[in-house]
């Protein structure tokens, strides 16, 4: 028997928001490629007292670490940022999501403007027309995009230069100004020859108009903004998680109060509040059902697609949906403390933190912008030294500057990782950070803690035996059961439930006695010393525990143990979990034996939960080992796991030695080390875990599992096993988009820069695709919202 804690609280500990104290969360606009990434983080790492520094290209925030949140200001990261060029404000985790400082008809009205002056230089072309109009009109269409849509590029590149680096707007300002420039030039040159003492004028014969440029600057604009704009698209659609959970909190509840029922926003809510619930309206917050019953749809917490049955006592989380009766409710959590304040801070938090692959992303970023100014110069110097001209020279090199994309390589990895912990989210899987992300994906081995994980939590007494001893002392199966049931009498354990249950629900049941000393040992049992009750003399110590405890305190020499023994042993094997029934002797038996002895054996049974045997069954289709940890003896915890279909039992184990037990399994049989995940449910888990790879907390409706919770990397959210191989699913979808994405983003890059460097795109094409590829990498990871778990066949 292992204690499992209980809590009365329906939301994690308020230790769960220490370490945000000392971390400042930003919103960050204005950044246009990952250069962008490493400009900011740089700006904030300077300021004094700033730790660490993680800005998200994706989400557009950064998330500081401060060493001392006493002595740093917000304003002193705000104007640090502000400084580098872009724009900031301080985000708080539990507020909605800060919307662009741009109203979305000012990005689309500039692509409209840009595509209206674009399209007339480049329709005559797709006929052959190259100079179809006139140099002046073309001067007059494209100038305005180059200097008006096209100022963005010139103002954030100039930031970046002034902080001595580079980023993509300089890309677009040098390759669009310098295809404009070029067509002024040749504009001028031709004038200046057709007007000459022996040229003539244009129109009338003598030189040919040349080639102009300027549909390729004007076109490469319009583009990039475009692409911009369908890029703030997408990245709006990974971070919709995070809105519906915001979303699912109400403007204003209905208090219950001496004048009766009022309507008052939510913020005024206090803990202790009387809030009533009608029929169709939200759970305004956490707290407990004191009039009423109905049930309740969680869907959207816990991603179970049944409603739940809800009557007094029970417990209602905020953001759940009441279905058809009116509930009175007493609030015991409002604001971050909330349980849905949790999950969209664990959610935040993951979509907001860097995964370790992005940091070589960075790293690459980081010198990206130099390397491609240095391909475009060789490149224009090497078509003018092949004698192609100064013109077809420069427009190679526009073709580089244009083509050349930093944006994709900043978006691969956040867009992927946004999507797959938005989608896991919205099934009720809540991972803690990138790291349990890209960890979970290389998982070998899951071990499971049995009660309440794999079985429903809930056990029953199955039968029970008593000792044989003298008949004058009325020793007999009641009596036996209501001394067992005084000494969990108080107990939140699941197996004192089920004493307690089965003495109530005996003919004419006795009151318990009254028991002194109650004191729980962990991995053992329970003892106390009962107080006579003048009827029997059973007053004394007494002990209700394990088989390990038993033979540690009994006489194994006894020869009235020999059958109860027997019985135990078949008991286990039918998969039982074995309890015994202990007192102490008045004297020390003259043998010499412990002055213990066996009074009665009980079995307890667990049912398995819904879809425990189909978990275990797609995980070894994942190519997963299973393995059951247990305090119960060998043979119940064999025959348990035989019918789950798990591979290794490891049983009779203290809950202190858990953790042990998952190093040993990192080890590995051969020596070779093996990635281990730990599911479990209480707080005898919480240092398995901590020890494990991956530490799955199964939700617990019975509570105790809060400390469970911040010890491990994934939450999930409902006691479903199913949702075990579900998050190593999404975690490996995951882990495939980033890499799909990082392979896409630098083979982009690595085919298209040579490409353009050899004459085989032109600045407009070469514009389009850089346009694309960011679009193309944010499409590819919203697939991941597409995913569904397994459900129960």
Known sequence: MSATATSDSPVPSADDSSPSDQRVQLAVRGMTCAACVRRVERALGKVPGVQEAQVNFATETASVTLADAAHVDDAALICAIEDAGYHAQVQQADEPLQEELVPWWQVWGAVCLGAAASLPL?????????????????????????????????????????????????????????????????????????????????????????????????????????????????????????????????????????????????????????????????????????????????????????????AQGDRLTGGAVNAEGRLVMQVAAVGSQTMLAHIIRRVVDAQAAKAPIQRVVDRVSAVFVPTVLLIALLTGLGWWMAGQGGDVALIRAVAVLVIACPCALGLATPAAIMAGTGAAARQGILIKDPQALEMAHRVQVVAFDKTGTLTQGHPRLLDWQVSPIEPAQQWDRLQALRVAASLQSGSEHPLAKAVLAALKGQEAAPDVCAVQSIQSVPGRGVSGVLIDDADHSWAGEWRLG???????????????????????????????????LMRQHQEAPAHGGLAWQVMALMSFGDELKPGAVQAVARLHALNVRTVMISGDNRGAAQAMASKLGIQQVIAEVLPGDKADHIQRLQQGDKGQRQV????????????????????????????????????????????????????????RRTSTKIWQNLVWAFGYNVVGIPLAAFGGLNPMLAGAAMAMSSVSVVSNALWLSRWRPARIA
């Open 122 to 310: 480049v329709l005559p072309m797709l006929w052959g027309a190259h100079n179809f109009w006139p140099a002046w009109v073309q001067f007059a269409l494209a100038t305005p995009v180059q200097f008006g849509l096209g100022a963005r590029f010139y103002k954030a590149g100039w930031a970046a230069l002034k902080d001595r680096s580079g980023n993509m707007d300089q890309l677009v300002a040098l390759g669009t100004s310098a295809a404009w420039g070029l067509s002024c030039w040749l504009w001028w040159s031709f004038n200046q020859a057709a007007q000459g003492p022996h040229g003539a004028h244009p129109g009338h014969g003598g030189h040919q108009a040349p080639d102009l440029y300027f549909e390729s600057a004007a076109v490469v604009i319009t583009l990039v903004l475009l692409g911009k704009a369908l890029e703030a698209r997408a990245k709006r659609e990974t971070t919709a998680a995070i809105r519906a959970l915001q979303a699912l909190r109400p403007d204003t509840v209905c208090r219950l109060g001496p004048q009766g029922e009022v309507t008052v926003p939510l913020a005024q809510v206090l803990v202790g509040d009387t809030l009533v619930v009608r029929p169709g309206e939200r759970i305004p917050t956490d707290g407990l059902i004191t009039e009423g019953s109905s049930h309740v749809d969680e869907a959207m917490l816990t991603g179970e697609p049944l409603p739940v049955a809800k």
């Open 546 to 580: 394990s088989t390990r405890w038993m033979k540690e305190l009994v006489d194994g020499a006894d020869t009235a143990l020999a059958p109860l023994l027997a019985t135990a042993e078949r008991w286990a094997q039918d998969g039982a979990t074995v309890s015994w």
């Open 676 to 731: 281990v995940a730990m599911v479990g449910d209480g707080l005898n888990d919480a240092p398995a875990l901590a020890a494990a790879d991956v530490g799955m907390a199964m939700a617990n409706p019975e509570g105790g599992t809060d400390v469970a919770m911040q010890a491990a990397g994934i939450t999930l959210m409902r006691g479903d096993p199913m949702l075990v191989p579900a998050a190593l699913e999404i975690s």
